[in-house]
């Protein structure tokens, strides 16, 4: 290589090097460079032991603002929502009720707010209002609103935490689906499935994460995604749909990252196929999905709204005090082939 450098550079060269090795190197010698071991702990005081600074930083004023579950709290007792104020869109019926009745057996007190008229005459809703009233001692309150009214959403959400004093969680479940192929999606559908999908989860967890900042309080948000954001159902023809819940596990992710110095963690739950009342309508239309869907995953079976309960309370609970920006894949093994 050296004999295709011009002759020039090949004689001035071998004297900078000299003259570097002449100036520099006794200098770098003399010097004594940190070990990585060191230059982790430069924050360290220099005459603190290790349990001063330990102290030191437990006391200060930024670690208290993220101040942790005390490391000796009762393993129960990190999985209660006794007491707090959790919030629940598409909480009327289906799998956002079954959710908020699991809410409220931890303790919490719940708000459901759905679009759908008040379900007086919902009879699945009338009981698990009556018996987180009559059993369970806490409450189940219903609030109509459509997540994608900004202005609605925020007097609701800012009349309970005011109600309260306070507002500690919140699961946004209200989404729609719609099985269309992808030449014939109207851009009216598809802005109806993004507006409620994937806006309309933002401005929820938008209202509340405001009332817990302006309040300076602790909380967690839980967006309910689908297995279907990471992978395409083989067989379910749902690009729209598919596409809003990548966008929330995405939107998880940025919200975590935007509102952790806050103390409020973000995290998504993606769930498999569910048994619902709209799954056994799609078994009467294409009766091989009721053998295709159990095949794909690695337990044989569908899922039931009731078995993503556990989940909901870890993460809103101080269970899960150290967990943000994460994706909590609930999927018999479907995506893990």
Known sequence: MANMLPRTAGSVLPRITARFSARCLPVLASRRLPSPLSVLSVSKPANAGGAQFYRELHQSQSYKSHEPPARSTPLPELFSLRGKVIVVSGGARGVGLTQAQGLLEAGAIVHAIDRLPVPEDNGDFAKVAARAKNELGTSLTYHRVDVRDQKALNEVVGAIADEHGHIDGLIAAAGIQQETPALEYSAEDADKMLGVNVTGVFMTAQAVARQMIQRKQQGSLVLIASMSGTVANRGLICPAYNASKAAVIQLARNLASEWGEHGIRVNTISPGYIVTAMTAGLFDAFPERRTEWPDANMLKRLSYP?????AA?????????FM?????????GHCAW
């Open 306 to 310: 009731e078995e993503y309960r556990g």
């Open 313 to 321: 309370v870890f993460l809103l609970s101080d269970a899960s005090s």
């Open 324 to 332: 943000t920006g994460a994706d909590l894949r609930i999927d018999g």
